[in-house]
């Protein structure tokens, strides 16, 4: 018994009888913005297949880096990042048009647990391969502050959730209550079928965001909320 499809990463050939065993890449497609900080993750092992200047290559990538300051700026030869599944990126691109990073590599392990250190903000990756409320993803844990790359927030202790749902790709800005580290493990979804909407186009949402400029506003991807 064992994995008997030749295209498997754990293909068998001695295995006569499929034991539904067989492992896959999937491929995962990220927009990158023009004149916008982008704050993006990966939920598939991009440490195990691609070192940092084959990931980024592929993109006309100015710099990017993780929240320990490590940085990837290809124009100076600077290289300091290690890829890491569980770190979301900030990446700004050169030029004037959108662009795309597409990866292939073996899911991550949403049972693989993600640091939240105190004092700092962390840069999270979203693990899972569908949308789930942010409340629900860290139901538990004493957060301060969740945020993305669109000045959408979420801070549980004032009410305040512009933020909604959590999606594959996005890097995510966490910091958290108190002087104590957080474990976050996503796991599996509490509802499956549940938070395939997007909350930025609720009512809620738009009575949130100043209605008179949100129409030419180019948005960065850098907002600064006053708590």
């Given amino acids: 018994y064992g994995c008997t499809d030749e295209f498997a990463l754990n293909y068998d050939p001695y295995s006569n009888m499929d034991d539904g065993s067989c492992n896959y890449t999937v491929e995962q497609s990220i927009n990158l913005n023009a004149y916008q900080m982008n704050n993006i993750s990966f939920n598939v092992n991009v440490a195990d297949y691609y070192s940092t200047a084959d990931l980024f290559e592929q993109t006309n990538v100015l710099l990017a880096y993780d929240d320990t300051d490590d940085y990837y700026v290809p124009q100076f030869g600077i290289n300091q990042i290690n890829l890491n599944d569980s770190k979301g990126y900030y990446v700004f691109i050169s030029g004037a048009n959108e662009d795309t990073l597409t990866v292939e590599a ?29 409340s629900d993803v860290f139901s538990g844990l004493s957060i301060l502050i969740v945020s993305n790359d669109q000045g959408q927030y979420y801070l549980p202790s004032l009410g305040v959730n512009t933020l909604g749902t959590m999606h594959p790709g996005d890097g995510y800005a966490v910091f958290i209550n108190g002087g104590d580290e957080l474990e976050l493990t996503y796991g599996e979804s509490i509802d499956s079928t549940m938070a395939r909407v997007d909350y930025s186009e609720s009512v809620d949402y738009y009575e949130s965001i100043t209605q008179t400029y949100s129409d030419v506003v180019v948005p960065t991807g850098i907002s600064y909320p006053i708590v």
């Fill in 106 to 134: 073996e899911p991550a392990d949403i049972y693989n647990s993600i640091q939240l250190m105190p004092y700092m903000m962390n840069n999270i990756s979203y693990l899972p391969s569908e949308a789930r409320y942010v």
